[in-house]
């Protein structure tokens, strides 16, 4: 790979969808030269796919939020069993394994509280996971009520320090409110 090559992956990334033509004015080159390079990168696997990206809004999921997944049984077998369960779901936008305290962290796009709450009804009725879930306000979206709520799901036993957190506000954000579920 070279500078050539480089420079026509950044430009991809930012738009796919120009033309050959585009793209080896860009890079200098004749739109053939260009054509060549592009499916060279497809070949050797550089270029894994080309996807669209939506604008979350204009598909009417103008919600953030944020899930950290702690399970209750730890190893590869059911964490990637996690993330295959939750990659189905269309609002999950990122899906990651982390090390830590945390298990997994899921990036979602929602249309409102009733699809995130369906959601986190389907991923944690079985007994092996909890989450902490933070909802995100979209700085650009009009009339956000800036609710930062957070809320606890729990599938497990009681835990008696969640429960005093119950109703309270943080300490730390006057405005965040913690409840159990």
């Known amino acids: 790979m070279d500078k050539i090559d480089s420079k026509l992956l950044r430009l ?18 004749s739109p053939s030269s260009c054509l060549r390079r592009i499916r060279r990168l497809h070949e050797t696997g550089v ?4 996807v669209a990206v939506l ?7 103008t919600m953030k939020a944020i899930i950290t997944v702690e399970l209750e049984r730890h190893g590869e077998q059911y964490i990637r069993r996690f993330l295959d369960m939750a990659e189905k779901e269309p609002a999950v936008i990122q899906a990651y394994s982390v090390s830590g305290e945390t298990d997994a962290i899921l990036m979602l ?12 009804e389907r991923l944690f ?57």
């Not at 604008?55 to 999921?61: E, L, M, T, V």
């Not at 796009?109 to 986190?120: F, Q, V």
């Open 55 to 61: 604008n979350p809004a204009k598909a009417g999921r």
């Open 12 to 29: 991809l990334q930012v738009d796919a969808s120009h033309h050959y033509a585009e793209l080896a004015e860009e890079v200098g080159l």
């Open 125 to 181: 009725r079985e007994e092996t996971s909890r989450a902490l879930l933070h909802r995100l306000r979209d700085p650009y979206r009009q009339g956000d009520d800036g609710d930062t709520g957070v809320r606890r799901h729990r599938t497990t036993g009681d835990d008696p320090k969640r429960q005093a957190l119950a109703g309270r506000r943080s300490r730390r954000d006057p405005d965040q409110v913690f409840s159990t579920r």
């Open 47 to 50: 270029i894994d796919r080309i």
């Open 109 to 120: 796009r929602l249309k409102d509280m009733d699809e995130l709450d369906a959601l986190t």
